[in-house]
């Protein structure tokens, strides 16, 4: 897969790698078109499957990268790399409160961020989009630092690649955790996928600006990068383990998220 981004510019690599993700959450929706509900303990496996991805992500993928570019830049590493941390969570937070959205276990009267008209379907839209931000930001961030870099400290193309495998991974279960509950409350088969597909349209317009956003200020990587993980950690903790563990199914759920993490370490390692 690493030969589909050789020879291009970063922000073209990061669109790539955007739309590969979007076309995995694209193909989890589909479950609603070509298959029946595989059944919620299995989507809280898969959810819990996605936190783990995301877990081993941002550690591997971009912290430690963040550290390392840190140190090769001769500064303290842990100054950028807590500072941005906090700042990606923070920033999620902000997001989390000025965007109206619904938890797909929750009914609609409990929809959080400011009071609304939006239907049901629109707020769990606006829901796993909100994952998905940070997930198309991480991208972009990854394929920048690897050409500033070229080969130096850091986070480098085949680890970049890795991310986007891994973060298409646990797109899947996003894409079905839109689309198989508007489903089941009786929207139309194709209309669900619309939504579900919906979701992540963001990321390779997040991916883009990552990627623009490091190229220009190249002193802000180390930054970027632990920014893109604080941002990934806190959908993790706020939105992918609660909603797992909400159905009745926590040890599944939990050994999901362990094989998710395994999943993206191993990767990570062999290919970054």
Not at 61 to 76: M, N
Not at 110 to 134: C, F, K, M, Y
Request: with cysteine.
């Amino acid at each position: 897969m690493t030969a589909l981004f050789l020879d291009r510019s970063p922000v073209v690599q990061a669109l790539l790698a955007g739309t590969f993700t979007w076309a995995v959450t694209a193909v989890g929706a589909l479950a609603v078109v070509l298959a029946r509900d595989p059944g919620r303990r299995i989507l809280d496996v898969l959810l819990g499957f996605a936190a783990g991805v995301m877990i081993a992500a941002s550690f591997f993928s971009l912290l430690l990268p963040a550290v390392e570019q840190a140190r090769a830049a001769g500064g303290s590493a842990w100054f950028p790399v807590t500072v941005g941390f906090l700042l990606g969570g923070g920033f999620l937070a902000v997001l989390d409160r000025v965007l109206p959205h619904l938890h797909p276990s929750l009914p609609v009267e409990r929809a959080e961020g400011p009071r609304t008209a939006w239907q049901r379907s629109t707020l769990l839209v606006a829901a796993i989009t909100l994952h998905n931000i940070p997930e198309g930001l991480a991208l972009g961030v990854a394929f920048g630092g690897a050409a500033l870099q070229g080969g130096g400290a850091g986070t480098t193309l085949a680890a970049a690649v890795a991310l986007t495998v891994g973060i298409g991974l646990q797109n899947l279960p996003e894409g079905m955790a839109v689309a198989l509950p508007l489903r089941g409350e009786g929207m139309g088969r194709g209309r669900a996928f619309l939504y579900g597909q919906a979701s992540a349209l963001v990321e390779p317009i997040a991916a883009v600006g990552g990627a623009a956003a490091v190229l220009t200020f190249r002193p802000v990587l180390p930054y970027a990068l632990a920014f893109a993980a604080g941002a990934m950690i806190y959908v993790v903790v706020e939105e992918l383990i609660p909603e797992s563990h909400a159905h009745g199914h926590p040890d599944a759920a939990t050994a999901g998220a362990l094989s998710g993490f395994a999943v993206m370490m191993c990767m990570d390692l062999a290919l970054g």
